[in-house]
């Protein structure tokens, strides 16, 4: 399974960003697919997850109200909608896939992982 994140940029404080992860290849071993993110000096953490199957949804609290994950199944493809986006949201934004049929916000858990996407957000 290949990912490949895109739509990374520089946005100002409040401001909108729209991320994109294309999967490829054995897509169907996979069942959730995750956003995490990692700032410079900070340890990876857990954005949001969805399920391919039925679209169940798991956001980390800072991202409630403000990133919205959705999916295209026909094109293999989870959307991340990024608004009122704050300085503290600078990071890289990678996505990530797991066979597992539960969502889990544990990075151990996805076995596989796309380049990530870099997200600067000034003020």
């Known amino acids: 399974v290949q990912l490949q994140a895109s739509g990374g940029g520089l946005v100002q404080t409040g401001g909108s960003l729209n991320l994109t992860c294309v999967a490829s290849?054995?897509?169907?071993?996979?069942?959730?697919i995750a956003w995490f993110r990692q700032a410079p000096g900070k340890e990876r953490e857990f954005v949001a997850a969805?399920?391919?199957?039925?679209?169940?949804?798991l956001y980390k609290d800072f991202a409630k109200g403000r990133f919205t994950i959705s999916r295209d199944s026909p094109k293999n493809t989870v959307l991340l909608e990024m608004n009122s986006l704050k300085s503290e949201d600078t990071a890289r934004y990678y996505c990530?896939?797991?066979?597992?049929?539960?969502?889990?916000?544990?990075?151990?858990?996805?076995?596989?992982w796309g380049q990530g996407t870099q997200v600067t957000v000034s003020s």
């Open positions: 290849g054995r897509t169907g071993i996979t069942n959730i």
């Open positions: 969805i399920r391919w199957s039925d679209g169940e949804l």
């Open positions: 990530a896939a797991t066979h597992l049929g539960h969502i889990t916000r544990n990075g151990a858990h996805y076995g596989y």
